[in-house]
């Protein structure tokens, strides 16, 4: 029997018992998983495979859920998602000020050239990427990055040529294997832009559940042209460090809602992977569970009763409110930072997130407004969650 139906078999296992994970360097029959398939012990069990997907034209085979590293602190996590099968890992130099892909670099150790790595720079220009690609390799102890992203990027007019240029220049110089863009607004049509460049083979975008369909046609045109899809902010603002007795908890939880959305975005056929984050043993084997696993009936009604109980918080990222304030506010980006601290559970990021927008743009005082001029088509409750922000993060 190969290591993959092993695999599957203790995988079967444990789901139907609840998942137990080995510890971290623990001794184990398992192993890692090898997309090769080599002999390992068998264990007798119902199988229930990992999933796999090609990730467009790069040719790589990847497990239909990944792991976002971006509020992982414990290398621990990142071990025991290895030792169960995931093969793909997102970071990126800025996470954590840096700290987060040291701590992957270490987590995968030896492992490394097993699975498919991406990270992913801010760097306004050519020269600021090429420092950190240098620092990125030397802070992920690896000579080469599968995947490197240009981060956070909601328009074509934020790409320019020179920063092509330098992803073409480290795909010759070995550095990278391929080249990406990722994006958190903007991207109905960053994506067929992206689709026609024909510059790049990756994009990284937030897609979920609670999104307008135009979202579906994008993805659909990105992947027919050959780009490899990844899904992030799969979970629609929530996830499941936000425990009973936060404000938000009534709002952004409700019993498997987060694993019905993650399985919504797996079996969709053009996302080849998504990148949920982890932060501890009981997320991980939430997630997996999400692996061959078909959308039911009970999955739609609860999802459609979980958008309902977000609406009033959860902005899509659609871009309606793009322009919008009289202000000049940058709406999305002050309700994304809003979503990490109220979602996530990570205060410090949002908070960060926040202070690297221009003070000019979001000091001013929505408290003292007149009247809010933005109007969200999905009935995001525009007002209230900006105040919220700038009593949070001012």
């Known amino acids: 029997m190969t290591q993959k139906t092993s695999r599957r078999d203790f995988l079967s296992a444990g789901l139907s018992a609840g998942l137990t994970l080995p510890v971290a360097g623990a001794g184990t029959k398992m192993g890692f998983f090898n997309p090769a398939g080599t002999a390992a012990p068998e264990t007798a069990a119902t199988p229930v495979k990992l999933d796999y997907k090609v990730l467009g034209r790069t040719g790589l085979k990847v497990t239909t859920v990944g792991m976002g590293c971006m509020i992982t602190s414990d290398p621990s996590v990142v071990e025991q998602a290895l030792d169960a099968g995931i093969n793909y890992f997102d970071t990126a130099r800025g996470y954590q000020h840096g700290n987060n892909e040291r701590m992957v670099g270490a987590a995968l150790g030896a492992k490394r050239k097993q699975i498919v790595l991406s990270t992913k720079t801010e760097a306004p220009d050519k020269a600021g990427m090429q420092r950190h690609l240098e620092e990125s390799l030397r802070e992920l102890n690896t000579d080469y990055i599968d995947i490197w992203y240009l981060h956070g990027k909601s328009s074509a007019d934020e790409i320019h040529d020179d920063m092509i240029e330098m992803q073409q220049l480290a795909r010759q110089q070995g550095k990278i294997r391929f080249a990406g863009v990722s994006t958190h607004s903007g991207q109905q049509q960053l994506l067929p832009w992206m689709a026609q460049k024909g510059a790049f ?178 009935g995001v409750h525009v007002a209230e969650r900006l105040e919220r922000a700038q009593e949070l993060f001012g």
């Open 201 to 378: 083979d990756v994009v990284l975008c937030a897609y979920n559940f609670a999104m307008d369909p135009g979202m579906e046609q994008a993805i659909a045109t990105a992947a027919k042209a050959g780009l490899g899809v990844v899904a992030m902010k799969v979970m629609a603002g929530g996830i499941r460090s936000v425990r009973p007795g936060d404000p938000m908890y009534p709002k952004l939880t409700q019993p498997g809602a987060l694993l019905a959305a993650l399985k919504w975005v797996v079996n969709k056929p053009n996302v080849a992977t998504t990148v949920p984050s982890m932060t501890d043993r009981d997320q991980l084997e939430e997630n997996l569970k999400a692996m061959g696993s078909p959308l039911a009936a009970h999955d739609e009604k609860l999802l459609a009763a979980h958008l309902e109980m977000i609406r009033p918080v959860y902005c899509r990222m659609c871009g309606a409110c793009s322009g919008a304030c009289r202000k000049g506010l940058p709406v999305a980006d002050m309700l994304r930072c809003l979503t990490y601290a109220d979602g996530y559970g990570q205060f410090a990021l949002g908070r960060e997130r926040f202070l690297e927008l221009a003070a000019g743009r979001t000091g001013a005082g929505c408290a003292n407004c007149t009247g809010c001029t933005v109007e969200c088509p999905h």
